[in-house]
């Protein structure tokens, strides 16, 4: 079974970027790309997005906010990574500091500290990773912990509050208590796909031209080339071949809930919607 629910759609020209930039298409040539949301969902449902030109520049404008509303912010530098924070802020990479942003994009506290991605954890805590080893973060800024851990960037959101990554066909996790552990996929993960989360019951993936979940030893796939929005705002996805031109997909990430966010832009603005599978 498959769901989608629009999450947050940010409208040109109303503190979003419009600004078109000319890209290298698959098909040769170039052709012009809209800026993209790269998004982050906190384990209680709070989202936050980098916002990226359409060939992936990263501007000082982040998306924040949850199911009552969303509001691009702007920042005083472009952030290289971003977590969300369950109290409608974000945890943002800046050079060599973690920043944590409130709710108006507003600095709250900046620690030295270097990282090559973020993750989202409970309670307003975070994942700082670099290739090396993995940091947990509490809410206040204090370190809870740091273990080795070489998932580097292809790191993801795990089962209470740890996080993920692939080991060959199978899936390491690391705990908040630094524990490490082994899961095996069933079936075994193919090299073409991508982890996206190792939660709610499920490892889910990427794979080309879709989207794929395991739970219990059972495989759903779905076809996910494009996505975007109808006239009515109504998300959908589609084959590339059955999808309208005017919509483009843009990053495919998991979540802590064992769902996917789906970016995309468009016409009406850059939107986030979430893709539910079960069965």
């Known amino acids: 079974m498959l769901s989608l629910e629009l999450r947050a759609l940010a409208r040109w020209g109303e ?7 000319e890209v290298e298409s698959p ?24 916002v990226t030109l359409g060939d992936g520049t990263p501007v000082p404008v982040v998306l924040l906010g949850r199911d009552d509303g969303f509001a691009p912010v702007f ?40 990282a090559s991605s973020l993750v989202a954890a409970p309670a307003g805590a975070v994942w700082a990773i670099d290739s090396e080893a993995a940091a947990l973060i509490g809410a206040d800024g204090r370190p809870a912990g740091r273990w080795r851990w070489d998932g580097g960037e292809a790191s993801v ?31 075994p993960l193919g090299t073409d796909e991508r982890l996206l989360c190792a939660a709610g019951g499920a490892l889910l993936t990427r794979v080309a031209g879709g989207v794929r979940r395991r739970s219990g030893g059972r495989v759903l796939q779905v076809p996910v080339e494009s996505a975007g929005l109808g006239a009515d705002g109504t998300p959908w996805v589609a084959r590339l071949a059955d999808a309208p031109l005017d919509w483009e997909l843009g990053a495919v ?10 970016s995309a832009s468009g016409a009406l603005g850059a939107a986030l919607i979430e893709l539910r599978l079960a069965g």
């Not at 709710?103 to 500290?113: I, K, M, N």
């Not at 990430?253 to 789906?262: D, I």
Request: aromatic fraction near 0%; proline fraction near 9%; include cysteine.
């Open 15 to 21: 503190g979003m970027p419009d600004e078109m930039v």
């Open 27 to 50: 098909e040769g040539g170039s052709t012009a790309a809209r800026p993209r949301l790269e998004p982050s969902a906190a384990p209680g449902g709070a989202l936050a997005a980098r």
């Open 75 to 114: 920042l005083e530098s472009a952030p290289l990574a971003i977590a969300a924070r369950d109290d409608g802020g974000c945890w943002a990479l800046h050079s060599d500091q973690l920043v944590h942003h409130d709710a108006t994009g507003r600095p709250v506290r900046a620690d030295a500290g270097s």
């Open 157 to 187: 959101p795990a089962e209470g509050g740890s996080v993920a990554a692939r080991d060959g066909a199978r899936v390491r996790v690391l705990g908040p208590d630094g524990e490490e552990t082994s899961v095996a996929a069933e079936p």
């Open 253 to 262: 990430t998991g979540t802590p809930a064992g769902t996917v966010l789906l």
